[in-house]
């Protein structure tokens, strides 16, 4: 029998978050969640009435995190039947069936019938036919943009974004170009936005954006730097990783 403290399989790790408030199911050698995650959650502003949409969840990891702070529910797609059990089994382990549901589908194809009050996502970053796919064709799903690229998941969260709604994504700094072009051509308006440094000094490798259809002066937040000189995480990465 499976211990419900520790219901690792063999080819699974269990990891803690935020002080052991989240626990979090992964494979070991399947796709895993990466620094951006955890950036991405602490990004995120959520509300007590916040109808939420999770695009890619993958083990479910920024749904799990965001449990700490307030919202009504989430929706989580994840088009990888693996990787959709694996977020239910999470969403059962940290006891959010209540306000987290967990839904195997395509963004493409994916019908709510309704919008949403608050979208997010860790997207794919690789654009498809470059780079080299893995072995795993779950690492490859997760990576390459092999089920839909930046253009498709804005234009899916325009026609699901509620008009006064926000949306919130982190990408690589190499992708802001893109990112900003189909964003533009949406008529998204750029609410908050926040570089994120390896180390001071040092170009941006990450950027997280909150986007919405209102016209405001948008909030541009300082830069996170994520390591010191001494190669440990920095004060502000600590506290991010801490959790709220």
Same mark, same amino acid.
């Given at each position: 029998?499976?211990?419900?403290?520790?219901?690792?399989?063999?080819?699974?790790?269990?990891?803690?978050?935020?002080?052991?408030?989240? $626990?979090?199911?992964?494979?070991?050698?399947?796709?895993?969640?990466?620094?951006?995650?955890?950036?991405?959650?602490?990004?995120?502003?959520?509300?007590?009435?916040?109808?939420?949409?999770?695009? %890619?969840?993958?083990?479910?990891?920024?749904?799990?995190?965001?449990?700490?702070?307030?919202?009504?529910?989430?929706?989580?797609?994840?088009?990888?039947?693996?990787?959709?059990?694996?977020? $239910?089994?999470?969403?059962?382990?940290? %006891?959010? %069936?209540?306000?987290?549901?967990?839904?195997?589908?395509?963004?493409?194809?994916?019908e709510p019938a309704r919008r949403f009050d608050l979208i997010f996502s860790n997207p794919p970053y690789i654009r498809e036919a470059t780079g080299f796919l893995s072995r795993s064709a779950e690492k490859s799903a997760a990576k390459h943009e092999l089920h839909g690229g930046i253009g498709e998941i804005l234009q899916k969260t325009a026609e699901w974004l509620s008009p006064e709604g926000r949306a919130c994504f982190v990408y690589p700094e190499a992708r802001r170009a893109d990112f900003s072009r189909a964003a533009d051509r949406l008529g998204f308006r750029v609410l908050r936005f926040r570089l994120v440094l390896p180390r001071a000094g040092e170009p941006p490798n990450l950027f997280l954006a909150e986007l919405g259809f209102a016209t405001v002066h948008p909030e541009i937040m300082p830069p996170l730097v994520l390591y010191g000189p001494d190669g440990k995480y920095t004060a502000d990465a600590e506290a991010v990783f801490a959790g709220p």
């Open positions: 029998m499976t211990d419900p403290a520790d219901p690792r399989r063999d080819d699974e790790t269990l990891d803690a978050f935020y002080h052991g408030r989240v $626990r979090v199911l992964q494979k070991k050698k399947g796709y895993r969640f990466s620094v951006d995650a955890p950036l991405l959650a602490d990004f995120i502003r959520t509300r007590a009435d916040d109808e939420a949409l999770d695009l %890619g969840t993958g083990s479910g990891v920024i749904a799990l995190l965001l449990s700490v702070k307030p919202f009504k529910r989430i929706t989580a797609l994840e088009i990888q039947a693996g990787l959709a059990d694996l977020a $239910r089994r999470n969403v059962e382990l940290n %006891g959010l %069936g209540g306000r987290i549901e967990v839904i195997e589908a395509d963004i493409r194809k994916y």
